[in-house]
């Protein structure tokens, strides 16, 4: 158990709908990364916060939207979902930023499944 | 942009012998983090080894041990005496030690054990 938590586990809905995915990170961590793993794209990263701050952005969609907030959870919008969304989004988390040397933790992930 | 390739998408190991997952990658930064991680069939994401760029002695983690070759930008997994729970797929991944903080990762080589 890396002491990131992740809910929910398992998320089914349909195309053209919204869904909120939660992240909390280890206790003292303030980094939070997102990525997405897929078949065809295989395991990428989104974004990170630091602090509540947006710290750094990759290959994430304008369909998608992230926040980390005051108590340092953070949440993954995915809006007008398409069927190649469906994928294992990860989240972990850090002390500080990697370049600091801090580990990154990955969650357990939720599975998303677009119909 | 830097890039991480593993060339073999599947091996197969006899229980209790050696097999070594290859990995390469590309970078123009002297300063990084090198990683495999493991990844189950539970799907969640197990850091097995790090290795530091500036240090040239090659991380070991009781039967894992890699070939680290910073020249020739090769990071090498070795499994020894293999056991039926190192089935998996395993991602060679990399992260710069400055700027961005995010995980490149390779696309994987899955692993099977053969008892």
């Known amino acids: 158990d890396s002491g990131v938590t992740q809910t929910p586990k398992h998320l089914i809905t349909a195309t053209g709908q919204r869904v909120t995915l939660r992240c909390s990170p280890r206790?003292?961590?303030?980094?939070v990364y997102w990525y997405q793993q897929s078949l065809d794209q295989g395991l990428q990263f989104l974004i990170q916060y630091y602090n509540g701050e947006e710290r750094a952005k990759g290959n994430i969609l304008e369909r998608f939207s992230a926040q980390q907030f005051p108590d340092l959870h953070s949440e993954l919008n995915l809006s007008s979902l398409e069927l190649g969304d469906s994928a294992l989004y990860f989240c972990a988390s850090s002390v500080g930023p990697s370049g600091l040397g801090y580990e990154q933790f990955f969650g357990p992930g939720t599975r998303l499944t677009v119909l | 942009a830097q890039t991480v390739t593993q060339s073999q998408p599947e091996m197969s190991v006899q229980e209790a012998e050696t097999v070594t997952l290859s990995c390469t990658y590309d970078?123009?930064?002297?300063?990084?983090?090198l990683f495999w991680y493991k990844q189950p069939p539970s799907r969640q994401m197990i850091l097995v080894i790090r290795q530091e760029a500036y240090k040239q002695q090659n991380a070991t983690e009781n039967r894992f041990s890699v070939n680290f070759q910073k020249a020739a930008k090769s990071f090498s997994l070795k499994i020894s005496d293999s056991q039926l729970g190192d089935a998996a797929m395993y991602f060679c991944a990399y992260r710069s030690e400055v700027g961005d903080d995010k995980i490149i990762f390779g696309k994987g080589t899955r692993l099977h054990i053969l008892p």
């Open positions: 970078t123009s930064e002297s300063d990084y983090y």
């Open positions: 206790s003292g961590d303030l980094s």
